[in-house]
Every structure is written in structure tokens, then in C-alpha cells.
């Protein structure tokens, strides 16, 4: 998994999940990892589930039909320490503090979600990316999981 420094952004706030998803596939687009279209998909797919996924992590990704978009596998980081609402509706809060925009060839997404779903599933570790001062911060933080 390569971290970019471009690819993160810090202490951002939306007033909606669609914003932080449309944020989070920006950067996917503008680090060349794929077309503009693939934000499209992205927010498709969390009409269908939300990929809010606990731990106050959101992983927002394309549908399979999305696939076509990507050019490369890649991941985008974005803090929200306030977090934002990924709550299909009003009936449940669903914070996401840290959101994660991933694309990826063929099943190469599948280890990004499986990576990424490791280091959140203690919480101890959401608090810290969420706590990040530095981009930097960030990626040593998940470098961690490659080691």
C-alpha cells in the first residue's frame, strides 16, 4: 500500500457524507489513480450500503461498474475530527472521523479493505489518525500494518 502525502488532507468538515465522499475522490482523481466518473460511482455505491464500517472509519468505494474508471490502485485519507454522518438515514448516528477513498484494479482493492479494516479494528488506532497532527503522522501509522 503506497501513501502519498498529496493523497491525505487534514482537519477538513462537511455538513454531508456526499461532500467527504466527493472530497475523498478527488484526491483519488487528481493523484491519477482514476477518471472523474469514479466519483460518480462512489457515491452510487453508498446508496446501496453505506461503507461506513465501524470504529469510525468510512472506506467509500466505486461499484463494479465503476471499475472502469480506475487507472490504478490507490488509496485517499481524509480526517475529519469532527466527523461526518454516514448514516443511510435519520433513525442512527454513523460518525466517520477518518474516511478512506480506495479504487483498485481487478480484486487489488480487497487488500486495501482487508489492511485497512485490520488497524481500525482497535479503536486505540482510529483515535490516533483521527489525533494526527502530519501527513506524515498518518502514513507511519499505517506502515505499521505492512510491517
Known amino acids: 500500500m503506497e501513501l502519498k502525502e498529496d493523497m491525505i488532507l487534514l482537519d477538513q468538515y462537511f455538513s454531508s457524507k ?18 472523474e466518473d469514479y466519483i460518480d460511482s462512489m457515491l452510487e455505491r453508498e446508496t446501496i450500503v453505506t461503507t461506513h464500517m465501524g470504529n469510525f472509519i468510512a472506506i467509500p468505494h466505486g461499484t463494479d461498474e465503476g471499475k472502469e474508471a480506475v487507472k490504478k490502485t490507490g488509496i485517499s485519507i481524509v480526517q475529519v475530527p469532527f466527523g461526518v454522518d454516514f448514516a443511510p438515514d435519520q433513525s442512527e448516528e454513523k460518525l466517520a472521523m477518518v474516511i478512506f477513498g480506495i479504487a483498485g484494479v481487478g480484486n487489488e482493492h480487497l487488500d486495501l479493505l482487508s489492511k485497512i479494516a485490520i488497524f481500525a479494528s482497535d479503536l486505540k488506532n482510529v483515535v490516533r489518525l483521527a489525533d494526527a497532527t502530519s501527513k506524515q503522522e498518518i502514513i507511519d501509522m ?6
Do not use: F, Y
Open 18 to 35: 456526499d461532500e467527504a465522499i466527493r472530497q475523498a475522490g478527488q484526491l483519488l482523481v487528481d493523484g491519477g489513480i482514476v477518471d
Open 142 to 147: 499505517l506502515m505499521e500494518v505492512e510491517n
